[in-house]
């Protein structure tokens, strides 16, 4: 107990002594622990939130009545549309109304026959604009255990008297169970999160960890050597680390803490992403709060006990005073990079979704892997600058840089991953982000197409109110012309004159049928790209599997008014247009967008805190080249080429891991293209950091003591 309490007060005195080097890292590694447990609290919550909207999801599944089991209600799917959203509209027919298990979650009493029950985020949007609400009159809002977040768009409606159902309306045993899911899935592919955690939130994190345990590394090994040659045995040695960085680390992690716990039920949706979640859904429980934190905590110390043992083991820090010589560098320092080359290389012989995964684990293996790789690159780099040097400055700049290549290339491991990591995320979102641009839109006439119960719709009541609009139905498209070998056709119950007066022009040939320019501007008013062929309006009539067209002349209010009527209506039925047929950018790209921006903030604090304590550390060696009788211009020039030579080594590894990923990654999907803007515009703005690298030199070299003096 005695040795316990020894050791605590020896570490309580090294972590809060005097020493301005140590007063430093108690600065940057507290500040480094506290943005850490900010950054794995907030991926915490953003975890929280999805794992609640999953479950709640799942509650809302609609359960089919099979076998004997009796059914509770009945249910059809469906869809609105208000812009370019499209949302579930959800028509229900309970057996018996007072049986709870027929009510879907969120919903406390039925509304009236007739009646809608929207959510809270649809109910805010028909507030502000009165032609949504012209949709949904009169009604109520569901609670938030039945969305899955505040701005989720849902409708529910309460059958209508006399109403009916489509074709894929079916009986239902209740809620919550498998079955159809209404609305989006949330369910996140399990190895995907694995990676992308990995890649954009656990890989910084850790480099910011490590960033911030070596600060005044070499103030800490020269105590420890010393305590090492006075005989402190090496289990004691390994509880004074572990103990004197807790002692900086545990306040750091308490302070990030205290800074997100009360932020987080504020927010109403994830930061960068923009996405709206539960009232304080990004506050994870306590339980997973105080995982965080012992998890951190063992990664720091964990941080801690290795840069001990690499001293420990190094001959060049057995005395108090460091004496010449290299520190050891591991060769399996390589291996996770050389991994995840591998791994890019078997993937080009997989397919499918085999070949992405494999990809995609290359590619975060590659950037993992390439920070601790980055030393032993420096170090050759190093050597062969100071075996090719024609000059004592490069000589001299070189086996700095041989000599201690860790602290040379430490602040600039963030830099190295995002060069792997930005090309390829950019290749895939390049991809993703390209959408073909929507057909023109006809000059004089548009449409939009019915689908549901159209054998009861009454298409007098549907077009009240829209002058100069007719209903179409449209047959399933039979065999062609020529045979079962020709190309479907699909019949159009139109007159030869409402589609003249529609389209403001001839549309019928002298034989009846379209002419080229009415069958092209007709097919792109329905939507198909099927040949068409106008029958007598009577003729064809609308049936549950068929569609039925509405076409009138182009006006703002059209689309609008005709889904108003169309949710009005006591038939179910789907409204398809042109806003429904617009592809829209996957939801992913923002979840990508706010990992870069994790990404690139967390390697800026890393390189901040490696530039500041490298200046620190470098004045020390400036003095000693002082005291030797070289100038200021000379140190600032020695230390200025050792910059860049790591700088260069850093650079040029991250942009060729980076050039190859994105390589296996075009080669994996066709729509992929190479990245080869992004590449250059990356090695560019390497170039831009380089130059303020350099400034960032002569600035902190201006302020050393004279020159030649010898250290105090």
Same mark, same amino acid.
């Given at each position: 107990?005695?040795?316990?309490?020894?050791?605590?007060?020896?570490?309580?005195?090294?972590?809060?002594?005097?020493?301005?080097?140590?007063?430093?890292?108690?600065?940057?590694?507290?500040? !480094? @622990?506290?943005?850490?447990?900010?950054? &794995? =609290?907030?991926? %915490? /919550? *953003? $975890? #929280?939130?999805?794992?609640?909207? +999953?479950?709640?999801?799942?509650?809302?599944?609609?359960?089919?009545?099979?076998?004997?089991?009796?059914?509770?209600?009945?249910?059809?799917?469906?869809?609105?549309?208000?812009?370019?959203?499209?949302?579930?509209?959800?028509?229900?027919?309970?057996?018996?109304?007072?049986?709870?298990?027929?009510?879907?979650?969120?919903?406390?009493?039925?509304?009236?026959?007739?009646?809608?029950?929207?959510?809270?985020?649809?109910?805010?949007?028909?507030?502000?604009?009165?032609?949504? !609400? @012209?949709?949904?009159?009169?009604?109520? &809002? =569901?609670?938030? %255990? /039945? *969305? $899955? #977040?505040?701005?989720?768009?849902? +409708?529910?409606?309460?059958?209508?008297?006399?109403?009916?159902?489509?074709?894929?309306?079916?009986?239902?045993?209740?809620?919550?169970?498998?079955?159809?899911?209404?609305?989006?899935?949330?369910?996140?592919?399990?190895?995907?999160?694995?990676?992308?955690?990995?890649?954009?939130?656990?890989?910084?994190?850790?480099?910011?960890?490590?960033?911030?345990?070596?600060?005044?590394?070499?103030?800490?090994?020269?105590?420890?050597?010393?305590?090492?040659?006075?005989?402190?045995? !090496?289990?004691?040695?390994?509880?004074?680390?572990?103990?004197?960085? %807790?002692? *900086?680390?545990?306040?750091?992690?308490?302070?990030?803490?205290?800074?997100?716990?009360?932020?987080?039920?504020?927010?109403?949706?994830?930061?960068?992403?923009?996405?709206?979640?539960?009232?304080?859904?990004?506050?994870?429980?306590?339980?997973?709060?105080?995982?965080?934190?012992?998890?951190?905590?063992?990664?720091?110390?964990?941080?801690?006990?290795?840069?001990?043992?690499?001293?420990?083991?190094?001959?060049?820090?057995?005395?108090?005073?460091?004496?010449?010589?290299?520190?050891?560098?591991?060769?399996?320092?390589? !291996?996770?990079?050389?991994?995840?080359?591998?791994?890019?290389?078997? %993937?080009?012989?997989?397919?499918?979704?085999?070949?992405?995964?494999?990809?995609?684990?290359?590619?975060?293996?590659?950037?993992?892997?390439?920070?601790?790789?980055?030393?032993?690159?420096?170090?050759?780099?190093?050597?062969?600058?100071?075996?090719?040097?024609?000059?004592?400055?490069?000589?001299?700049?070189?086996?700095?840089?041989?000599?201690?290549?860790?602290?040379?290339?430490?602040?600039?491991?963030?830099?190295?991953?995002?060069?792997?990591?930005?090309?390829?995320?950019?290749?895939?979102?390049?991809?993703?982000?390209?959408?073909?641009?929507?057909?023109?839109?006809?000059?004089?006439?548009?449409?939009?197409?019915?689908?549901?119960?159209?054998?009861?719709?009454?298409?007098?009541?549907?077009?009240?109110?829209?002058?100069?609009?007719?209903?179409?139905?449209?047959?399933?498209?039979?065999?062609?012309?020529?045979?079962?070998?020709?190309?479907?056709?699909?019949?159009?119950?139109?007159?030869?004159?409402?589609?003249?007066?529609?389209?403001?022009?001839?549309?019928?040939?002298?034989?009846?049928?379209?002419?080229?320019?009415?069958?092209?501007?007709?097919?792109?008013?329905?939507?198909?790209?099927?040949?068409?062929?106008?029958?007598?309006?009577?003729?064809?009539?609308?049936?549950?599997?068929?569609?039925?067209?509405?076409?009138?002349?182009?006006?703002?209010?059209?689309?609008?008014?005709?889904?108003?009527?169309?949710?009005?209506?006591?038939?179910?039925?789907?409204?398809?247009?042109?806003?429904?047929?617009?592809?829209?950018?996957?939801?992913?790209?923002?979840?990508?967008?706010?990992?870069?921006?994790?990404?690139?903030?967390?390697?800026?604090?890393?390189?901040?805190?490696?530039?500041?304590?490298?200046?620190?550390?470098?004045?020390?060696?400036?003095?000693?080249?002082?005291?030797?009788?070289?100038?200021?211009?000379?140190?600032?020039?020695?230390?200025?080429?050792?910059?860049?030579?790591?700088?260069?080594?850093?650079?040029?590894?991250?942009?060729?891991?980076?050039?190859?990923?994105?390589?296996?990654?075009?080669?994996?999907?066709?729509?992929?293209?190479?990245?080869?803007?992004?590449?250059?515009?990356?090695?560019?703005?390497?170039?831009?950091?380089?130059?303020?690298?350099?400034?960032?030199?002569?600035?902190?070299?201006?302020?050393?003591?004279?020159?030649?003096?010898?250290?105090?």
């Amino acid at each position: 107990m005695k040795a316990h309490r020894t050791t605590l007060r020896l570490a309580a005195r090294l972590a809060w002594g005097p020493h301005p080097r140590q007063r430093l890292r108690a600065l940057l590694l507290g500040a !480094a @622990a506290a943005a850490c447990a900010v950054t &794995v =609290l907030f991926a %915490a /919550g *953003v $975890l #929280h939130a999805l794992s609640g909207e +999953a479950d709640r999801l799942r509650q809302r599944s609609v359960v089919p009545a099979r076998g004997g089991e009796e059914p509770v209600v009945r249910v059809d799917l469906r869809a609105d549309t208000w812009g370019l959203e499209q949302y579930p509209v959800v028509w229900l027919d309970p057996v018996d109304e007072g049986d709870p298990a027929a009510m879907p979650p969120g919903m406390s009493a039925w509304p009236e026959r007739g009646g809608w029950a929207v959510s809270p985020g649809l109910a805010a949007l028909a507030r502000a604009h009165p032609a949504l !609400a @012209a949709r949904f009159p009169g009604a109520e &809002v =569901l609670g938030d %255990a /039945g *969305v $899955l #977040h505040p701005g989720e768009l849902l +409708a529910y409606r309460h059958m209508p008297e006399g109403g009916a159902m489509g074709a894929a309306a079916f009986d239902a045993a209740g809620f919550g169970g498998p079955g159809p899911s209404i609305g989006e899935r949330t369910e996140v592919d399990g190895p995907a999160l694995a990676l992308a955690l990995t890649g954009f939130v656990g890989l910084p994190v850790v480099l910011l960890a490590a960033a911030g345990t070596a600060v005044s590394a070499p103030l800490r090994a020269r105590r420890l050597a010393l305590l090492r040659a006075l005989g402190t045995p !090496a289990r004691r040695l390994r509880a004074l680390v572990a103990a004197e960085a %807790a002692l *900086v680390f545990l306040p750091g992690l308490a302070v990030g803490v205290l800074l997100w716990e009360p932020v987080a039920p504020l927010l109403g949706e994830v930061p960068v992403v923009g996405r709206p979640v539960a009232d304080g859904a990004l506050g994870p429980p306590p339980w997973a709060t105080a995982a965080v934190v012992a998890g951190l905590a063992c990664i720091f110390a964990a941080l801690a006990l290795v840069t001990e043992r690499r001293g420990r083991g190094s001959r060049h820090r057995v005395a108090p005073r460091p004496r010449a010589g290299r520190p050891r560098l591991p060769v399996l320092r390589t !291996a996770p990079a050389a991994a995840g080359l591998v791994l890019l290389a078997l %993937a080009q012989l997989r397919d499918d979704q085999a070949a992405s995964t494999t990809t995609l684990a290359g590619v975060v293996l590659l950037a993992v892997g390439v920070p601790p790789a980055l030393p032993a690159v420096a170090r050759t780099v190093g050597g062969r600058m100071a075996d090719r040097a024609s000059g004592p400055r490069g000589v001299l700049a070189g086996r700095r840089l041989q000599y201690d290549p860790r602290s040379a290339v430490r602040p600039l491991y963030g830099v190295a991953a995002l060069l792997v990591l930005a090309p390829v995320v950019a290749a895939w979102m390049g991809a993703v982000r390209h959408l073909d641009a929507p057909p023109p839109r006809d000059p004089t006439a548009e449409a939009v197409v019915l689908r549901g119960a159209l054998d009861r719709v009454d298409t007098g009541v549907l077009l009240r109110g829209l002058p100069g609009a007719v209903a179409v139905p449209l047959a399933p498209q039979d065999s062609g012309p020529s045979g079962s070998s020709g190309p479907p056709v699909l019949r159009v119950g139109l007159g030869c004159a409402d589609a003249a007066r529609l389209l403001g022009t001839a549309a019928c040939g002298a034989s009846g049928s379209l002419t080229a320019e009415g069958s092209r501007r007709l097919a792109v008013l329905l939507g198909t790209p099927a040949p068409l062929r106008l029958v007598p309006p009577g003729t064809l009539h609308p049936t549950p599997e068929g569609e039925l067209a509405v076409i009138a002349p182009r006006e703002p209010r059209f689309e609008n008014a005709i889904r108003a009527a169309a949710l009005a209506h006591p038939a179910a039925l789907n409204v398809v247009s042109a806003a429904d047929l617009v592809l829209q950018e996957s939801e992913l790209v923002s979840w990508i967008l706010g990992g870069v921006a994790v990404l690139g903030s967390l390697t800026f604090l890393v390189l901040a805190l490696g530039t500041i304590d490298r200046t620190a550390a470098g004045r020390g060696g400036d003095r000693l080249l002082g005291a030797l009788g070289l100038t200021r211009g000379r140190v600032r020039a020695i230390g200025t080429e050792e910059f860049l030579l790591g700088y260069a080594a850093v650079v040029g590894t991250g942009l060729a891991c980076g050039a190859v990923a994105s390589a296996a990654w075009s080669a994996m999907d066709p729509a992929i293209g190479y990245p080869t803007g992004v590449l250059a515009g990356a090695a560019v703005l390497a170039a831009l950091l380089a130059g303020a690298g350099v400034l960032g030199i002569r600035l902190a070299s201006g302020r050393r003591p004279e020159e030649g003096r010898a250290p105090g």
